[in-house]
């Protein structure tokens, strides 16, 4: 344990957040958020775009006020005592970069180590630890306005165990990173809490596996209220038990398709922005439905392609909770901002 | 040692970790991308040479000469305070790195003396080359034995400067696009309120009385009475401009602290301390 870190890591009480709109309108962000995160913990919160992730986040690392409510980090309030959280906390928001274009990989995370009185020795040590697990390495001297986007963000992610925090905040730490460094990434964090014990991440993150694979405990969040709260094992058992399928169709099927279907308890039809490629996705009573299922598909014109039973997953979790997937929820998300 | 001499002895290493840390940025920066020096040295003499041959032209005394040379090398700080301090949160918040300063366990203070330290190097070579231009290529008069006490007041009117460069500066908490306007607003208005080229005395009491709340005003009036006496044409005693810009400095630096604190605590309400482009 950390010497007299004996507070929970985070607490929050009856959190809430609202804004303002440039149209005058009152958005909540946050509606009641009750959250307490022992030390030593990866704790997830999943949520789609909107949810209220990044507003928790900004608050907890005193950036942003509450508008009612209390927030503890390390024991200390987020309002009234936020130097004393920031001596203990760091931040790494997936999708930005660090640093100044004319330094070096290896002199950004110098720098950075200085604002929290890292030593030189300790921080030189603890940047070429780094940049080796990152595999920013052989880049070390390279200017940071010669790295791509992805070793940007590599090194942002590097900046913020600079200071080996109590508490680190990995907002979607992997966004828009390649497969490998992904995998290295989530490998150094679940090591990292590991061999350090009573440091705490709190991670936020849109991919379910990341936070099955990192986190010991999950929030799932929505519209500003967590929805549910257990370890990912729990949440999935918790689920009611029924059979997920995913179908790859040919064509679009037509209008209220969904009600023909008898003994499916929820049908999604998602289309790949990318790729245009059709799926649905159905939750049925029992397996033996699927038969009839496939016979009413066939009879509405719609040809079946590729069939996959689902084993739960955090996604049948939130889906099962909100009653739509993570990318409709975005969807609706991206329509309300517009 | 006791935990609170511990406690300060870490914030003390902290917050000179961050000035140094900040500063080395741009001193790095001025190694690596030298073009700056033509832009900082040689067409900042045109300006100050336009005022000198001007002067001479109309045949002045050449104390007015000197003041083009000392009022051109004072432009230089000026123009530190506004764009690479005043301004530079408006950068950080763009790039969106302000928040990375932000969640710092520094003060705010210390990160703007750090830019405006890093950009001294730049800065006071510019000063430096305008100096020596004036003196070794018009040959105006520069009484050599009087520039201690000369430094003294410039290095008081700096301190006092750039408090009101970190005033400025908490604006961009709240405001975006907005503040940079205002702050881009200030600097062709303070090179006439401040007399760069001319005694502040020409403005007149009332105009000359109000341009002294912007420290350059009263430090040049008295860096030029102090080298060059009579012929300065002062508008104010040195030994009243001596305590009124130390007065301006505890001012400054206190309201400067204030408001970064106020402008913080309003941008995290309003929740505009790390929107981009706002």
Redesign the interface.
Same mark, same amino acid.
């Given at each position: 344990m950390i010497p007299g870190s004996t507070a929970p890591a985070i607490e929050t009480a009856e959190l809430t957040?609202r804004?303002r709109t440039r149209r005058e309108r009152d958005v909540e962000a946050l509606r009641g958020v009750d959250l307490r995160v022992e030390r030593g913990e990866c704790f997830g919160l999943l949520g789609p775009n909107g949810a209220g992730k990044s507003t928790l986040i900004?608050i907890l690392?005193?950036?942003?006020?509450p508008t009612t409510g209390r927030a503890l980090v390390a024991g200390f309030d987020v309002a009234t005592e936020a130097?004393s959280v920031?001596?203990r +906390?760091?931040?790494v928001?997936g999708g930005?970069?660090?640093?100044?274009g +004319?330094?070096t990989v290896r002199?950004t995370l110098h720098?950075?180590a200085?604002?929290?009185?890292v030593p030189w020795p300790v921080a030189r040590q603890r940047a070429e630890e780094l940049m080796e697990i990152t595999v920013l390495g052989p880049k070390a001297d390279t200017r940071m306005s010669g790295l791509s986007t992805g070793m940007k963000q590599k090194v942002n992610f590097a900046?913020g165990f600079m200071s080996d925090p109590e508490i680190i905040f990995l907002d979607e730490p992997t966004l828009g990173l390649d497969v490998e460094a992904s995998r290295s990434i989530r490998g150094f964090i679940a090591r990292w809490v590991r061999e350090r014990p009573g440091r705490t991440v709190l991670l936020t993150t849109h991919y379910m596996v990341e936070a099955d694979e990192l986190c010991g405990r999950v929030a799932i969040i929505d519209h500003g209220k967590i929805l549910a709260l257990d370890t990912p094992m729990a949440l999935k058992r918790a689920l009611p038990e029924e059979s997920a399928f995913i179908l790859h169709v040919a064509s679009a099927p037509p209008e209220g398709w969904s009600e023909r279907l008898a003994g499916v308890r929820t049908a999604l039809q998602h289309t790949h922005p990318g790729t245009g490629a059709m799926e649905i996705r159905l939750t049925l009573a029992e397996d033996q439905v699927i038969g009839e299922v496939l016979g009413t598909l066939r009879d509405l014109g719609i040809a079946v392609l590729n069939l996959t039973k689902q084993e739960p997953s955090l996604e049948s979790v939130f889906v099962h909770l909100v009653g739509r997937g993570f990318e409709e929820a975005d969807a609706a998300a991206g329509a309300e901002g517009a | 040692m006791s935990r609170d001499r511990q406690d300060l002895r870490e914030r003390i290493v902290m917050n000179l970790g961050a000035v140094t840390a900040r500063a080395s940025v741009r001193i790095v920066a001025a190694f690596r991308e030298r073009s700056w020096l033509l832009g900082e040295t040689l067409f900042p003499i045109l300006s100050m040479a336009t005022f000198v041959l001007v002067y001479r032209g109309l045949g002045a005394p050449r104390a007015f000469e000197s003041f083009a040379v000392l009022g051109g090398a004072m432009i230089a700080y000026w123009n530190n305070v506004l764009w690479s301090m005043a301004s530079q949160f408006f950068w950080e918040k763009e790039q969106g790195q302000l928040q990375l300063y932000l969640i710092t366990p520094v003060s705010r203070m210390s990160i703007l003396l750090g830019m405006a330290f890093g950009g001294m190097l730049a800065t006071t070579t510019r000063a430096i080359v305008i100096l020596l231009a004036g003196i070794f290529l018009f040959h105006v008069p520069f009484p050599w034995e009087r520039a201690p006490g000369a430094l003294g007041l410039f290095l008081l009117t700096l301190g006092a400067l750039y408090g009101l460069g970190m005033i400025l500066s908490s604006v961009f908490f709240l405001w975006g696009r907005e503040a940079w306007n205002t702050v881009t607003l200030f600097q062709e208005p303070v090179y006439l309120l401040s007399g760069f080229y001319f005694p502040v005395s020409a403005l007149g009491t009332v105009a000359a009385s109000v341009a002294g709340f912007i420290p350059i005003t009263l430090g040049l009036d008295g860096i030029r009475q102090i080298l060059f006496g009579e012929a300065a044409k002062g508008f104010i005693p040195v030994v009243w401009i001596v305590p009124i810009q130390a007065a301006l400095l505890v001012l400054y630096l206190l309201l400067a602290h204030r408001a970064l604190l106020v402008m913080e605590n309003l941008g995290k309400r309003e929740g505009r301390l790390t929107i981009r482009g706002g």
């Open positions: 957040r804004f900004k690392t005193t950036l942003l006020l130097l920031r001596r +906390i760091n931040l928001s930005d970069s660090s640093g100044y +004319i330094l002199e720098l950075f200085r604002f929290y009185g900046r | -």
